[in-house]
């Protein structure tokens, strides 16, 4: 059995029985958890291409799965990526629990997550942009289902993925042909253009991230939170998919170099729209866009230590925006109540929630003490090496989002924080306080968290399908 | 069927071109049905006939999913344009227009030379990525911006399928229509419903 066909089989039953048991929010989550987990260890362990005997019966996982002429292949260069990816999305779809999401959320989520995987081990590798557009248009139904008519985000995701997987798919023909020369001046400027709209679209940078700030109105929480992790994750691993692949591209420092500004430019340019915004959704929508915009400047160091200090950005992004999204998610759900009530009854809040979205928010930001920290100061260091501004930038789109997201929850929180405990239980508790406890942990005892994105790294730098 | 190349571009144009037009659904499934048909005729005649059936099945599917969404939703009034005349029906044929005699300029300049694809296709390819691109910018409803994307799809595959003519692939695109037309409707049909009986997601 090819192990591309184990993945999409046992993601498949986990979302059917996720998809039978919906109804029951905690037990389906644990279920999903445990599958995304299971997945994640039989992707990282399993022996590939031996006879493997268990209870009397020998079988063997190959590497590869060939199916209408095409391979989709699981081997070393992929298999971190595509463990981190399980875990990571396990890990957000497990906590969804919290925030009540819809009930065909987890099944959906597993799809996602295996079209995403399947995006990785595909081969030829450029037409991963397929799978990532399938895998948007999943997402289209997640973000659209909050309320009515609350589609506009979603559609305008489905029809920017759709222009990327066509640039891509044309500029990747292009850009194959002139690999077979191997010869950079072969690749015209204009693949060149597409090659850079396509993954513009992917990681959404602007213009093409205003569907986020869109759907962060309309969707719930987590629901953005996980479109927008996995959706730019997927991206970000088929960019550095594709700098592998096509290193003569990059060779040119000039190419390395419009990353890296651009990078810059970003990570400023999304801070300032973030602490323009009155709303916080908004806010840690753009704060999602600068902090693309500094995974940037890492990948624009060419570099393996910059591939991994881009994955520590993308892996500490999960801690935040998962901890924004469970704090906002029962914030809101005590707002909603509190207003509910008839005068002279208490109102119900309390600063738990508020304190992890604010913490969520920070470690987006980079701030110390936090998730984020770590690998935005291992890039300053790094950054420090080509000038003062990339270093500068990095400080100053931190500061303002810091600082931003302090200001609006000040404004729009800790109203009633004398008040005592909301309507939410023992595991919401535990949830707000792992979610808390683990950015700190993270933020202070950060080799917790590199050793597996370095071996991430390393199977991508070191294989190329 | 090389002959009938030149006839299918005139009738996919106008196809494309009316159903940015008008507004009665009918009419657009079944311009976009008719649209799926004619590029059978334009994908290059080197392809295997696999491709072909593939590319007429899916049309099929997605046609047959966005007219059951929308009968079961009801949206097969002739609905007038809500916006006024002016930027309504008039804005959008001088639209059309002004695309249409675009994409064919920039057919037959030199600015866009793909090896291999002949001048009838690359012509149908602009006009239907030109034509499904004002589509998807101008209407904000669900189905009309899927239809707008179908077309988008459907010039880009006569185009890609001379560059990569693979099963895999063209199954992969298939798949991306129909999923759009299935996603489509459940945007459209299932939530609003599930709001409209008091159901809270």
């Known amino acids: 059995m090819g192990a591309s066909l184990l993945i999409f089989l046992l993601t498949l039953l986990a979302a059917t029985v996720v998809a039978l048991l919906r109804r029951r929010h905690l037990l389906s989550s644990v279920i999903t958890g445990i599958f995304a987990a299971g997945i994640a260890l039989t992707v990282l362990y399993v022996p590939l291409n031996t006879a493997i005997s268990i209870l009397g019966t020998s079988f063997r996982i190959n590497s590869d799965w060939e199916i209408l002429g095409r391979s989709f292949i699981l081997s070393e260069a992929n298999r971190s990526a595509i463990g981190y990816l399980y875990i990571t999305g396990g890990f957000l779809l497990t906590g969804s629990w919290v925030t009540r999401p819809i009930r065909m959320f987890l099944p959906l989520g ?34 659209s289902s909050r309320k009515k008519n609350a589609y506009s985000g979603g559609i305008r995701l489905l029809i920017f993925f759709t222009f990327g997987m066509m640039a891509l798919l044309i500029s990747g023909w292009a850009v194959d042909v002139g690999g077979i020369l191997s010869d950079a001046s072969a690749v015209s400027e204009r693949s060149l253009l597409l090659l850079y709209f396509g993954f513009s679209v992917l990681l959404a940078i602007p213009p093409f991230h205003s569907w986020i700030p869109i759907a962060s109105e309309e969707a719930q929480p987590f629901a953005i939170g996980f479109t927008v992790l996995i959706l730019q994750g997927a991206g970000l691993f088929f960019f550095l998919r594709f700098m592998n692949t ?51 400047i890492a990948v624009g160091f060419g570099s393996v230590d910059g591939f991994r200090i881009a994955l520590g950005i993308l892996a500490a992004r999960v801690i935040g925006i998962s901890c924004w999204a469970i ?55 790094l950054a420090a090496h080509k000038g003062i501004w990339l270093s500068f930038s990095i400080l100053l789109s931190s500061g303002i989002i810091g600082y931003a997201g302090i200001k609006i929850t000040l404004m729009h929180g800790f109203r009633n924080s004398e008040h005592l405990d909301g309507d939410w239980g023992l595991a919401e508790r535990a949830f707000l306080w792992g979610g808390l406890g683990i950015t700190i942990i993270l933020g202070i005892f950060p080799q917790v968290l590199f050793p597996w994105i370095t071996q991430t790294i390393l199977g991508l730098s070191t294989a190329t399908p | ?99 249409t005699t675009s994409a064919i300029g920039i057919g037959r300049s030199n600015f866009v030379t793909i090896p291999g694809i002949r001048p009838e296709a690359l012509s149908a390819a602009l006009l239907l990525g030109g034509l499904g691109l004002l589509q998807v910018s101008m209407f904000g409803k669900p189905p009309d911006v899927a239809i707008g994307l179908f077309s988008l799809l459907n010039g880009f595959e006569i185009v890609y399928g001379v560059l990569e003519s693979s099963i895999a692939i063209m199954t992969l695109l298939a798949v991306v229509h129909v999923c759009i037309a299935v996603v489509i409707g459940i945007v459209e049909l299932d939530v609003e419903e599930y709001f409209a009986s008091g159901g809270d997601l």
Do not use: C
């Not at chain 1, 990570?267 to 940037?296: C, E, P, R």
């Not at chain 2, 144009?13 to 311009?31: C, E, H, M, P, W």
């Open chain 1, 327 to 381: 704090g906002i998610s029962i914030n809101e759900r005590q707002i909603s109540h509190s207003e509910g009530m008839r005068e002279g009854q208490d109102e119900i809040s309390h600063w738990l929630p508020e304190v992890v979205m604010i913490v969520g928010i920070l470690s987006l930001a980079g701030v110390p003490l936090t998730a984020g920290f770590p690998s935005r100061w291992s890039l300053m260091q």
């Open chain 1, 110 to 143: 597993l799809g996602i997550l295996s079209l995403v995987a399947g995006s990785l081990m595909i081969v030829p590798f450029l037409f991963a942009a397929i799978f990532i557009e399938i895998a948007a248009i999943a997402a289209l139904i997640m973000l």
């Open chain 2, 1 to 99: 069927m090389n002959f009938l190349a030149p006839l299918a571009v005139i009738i996919v144009s106008i196809s494309a071109g009316v159903t940015v037009i008008i507004d009665n659904s009918r009419v657009k499934l079944a311009l976009l049905a008719l649209q799926y048909g004619l590029i059978a005729i334009l994908i290059d005649p080197t392809t295997p006939n696999q491709l072909i059936v593939i590319k007429i099945v899916t049309g099929l599917i997605v046609v047959l999913v966005m007219y059951i969404s929308a009968k079961q939703k009801g949206i097969w009034s002739d609905h007038e344009n809500e916006q006024g005349l002016l930027t309504g029906r008039i804005f959008r044929m001088i639209a059309v227009f002004l695309v």
């Open chain 1, 246 to 296: 096509f290193p003569w591209i990059w060779a040119e420092d000039v190419n390395l170099s419009i990353l890296r500004n651009g990078g810059a430019v970003l990570a400023i340019v999304g801070a300032l729209w973030a602490f323009t915004q009155n709303n916080v959704s908004k806010l840690v929508s753009y704060a999602m866009v600068s902090d693309i915009g500094v995974m940037l």
